[in-house]
């Protein structure tokens, strides 16, 4: 045992004299290595330790938790962006609209496919080899002076995304959100592909309604009260049969259905180990239908063959 008399000395500094002693491992620690703890004092390296011993929270469907919606934010300012790209350049709206089929005429023109299509014709959208336009088509809206909405479009989409992301996200963690948000906009634009492949499509409500399918497929799970949360969902379920008169009502029904599936798959999947395998699992399994029904219905509209 040390006499009394002994000199303490800080163990991170050796040169400073002290007489406090970590209340875990108790070395003599002097005042700036000192951490307040509910009892007495901590060393620098106990925190750390008991830091990582410490369980993050996390959300039902084992995302972390986020209070702020930083995915929402995120593509409230992508979709922004891209009407402001549009606005000032309007055929960013033709080369990235959702459109299953169409040709490029020799002078510049969009026409309606044909099979087979004349010499100096281009095939264009999914069946002329553009992919990506099952999920650009999703971050543009209507031009301000076209369509039923012009400008009322965006807007109204963006004021959807704010208020319902706001809520879905903390529920899901920004992880979980954003493979929602997305897998909901691809399933929207191939539904569309399958459905009406010769309309073009942009906006991003069938990831919209993907994210309420998710909202209400959650709220069950967590056992909400749900008399608000059926109304939102009657409401979204007119507007869908209501907007059919004047928009892609299969863009919609894709995303609602494939949010309805990934969120399914999200707060179902088992509470242990097995947990991420399965909800990427699910993803994943969804992605690969999606596109086999893409491919499938590309490859009957070019007669056999699938563009690269």
Request: hydrophobic share 45%; charged share 15%; proline share 6%.
């Amino acid at each position: 045992m040390e006499p009394e008399s002994a000199v303490t000395t800080c163990y991170r500094h050796p040169r400073v004299e002290c007489h406090v002693r970590c209340v875990r491992c108790e070395r003599y620690i002097c005042p700036d290595c000192m951490r307040e703890a509910a009892v007495g004092h901590q060393c620098p390296d106990c925190v750390r330790e008991g830091a990582r011993s410490v369980r993050q929270a996390r959300t039902l469907v084992g995302g972390r938790v986020s209070v702020v919606p930083v995915v929402t934010y995120a593509l409230i300012a992508l979709n922004v962006l891209a009407y402001l790209a549009e606005v000032v350049r309007p055929e960013v709206v033709d080369r990235f609209a959702m459109v299953g089929t169409g040709l490029l005429g020799p002078d510049g023109g969009h026409y309606v496919w044909t099979q087979p299509y004349p010499a100096d014709f281009t095939p264009e959208g999914v069946a002329g080899g553009e992919w990506y336009r099952l999920l650009t088509g999703a971050f543009l809206h209507l031009p301000p002076t076209e369509g039923t909405f012009g400008v009322v479009h965006v807007v109204m989409n963006m004021a959807v995304l704010w208020n319902l992301g706001r809520v879905v996200e903390p529920m899901l963690g920004r992880v979980h959100y954003l493979a929602l948000y997305l897998l909901s906009a691809l399933g929207g634009s191939v539904l569309v592909l399958l459905l009406a492949p010769s309309e073009p499509t942009v906006g991003a409500s069938g990831a919209l309604f993907g994210v309420g399918a998710a909202y209400y497929v959650v709220s069950r799970r967590v056992g909400a009260d749900m008399r608000g949360v059926n109304r939102f969902m009657t409401g979204l379920l007119l507007w869908l049969v209501v907007s059919a008169l004047f928009t892609s009502w299969q863009g919609h029904l894709g995303g609602l259905l494939a949010g309805g599936l990934v969120a399914l798959a999200f707060a179902w999947a088992p509470r242990d180990g097995r947990r991420v395998l399965v909800q990427a699992g699910a993803c994943a399994g969804l992605v690969v239908l999606l596109a086999v029904l893409a491919a499938v219905k590309v490859s009957d509209l070019t007669g056999g063959g699938i563009p690269q």
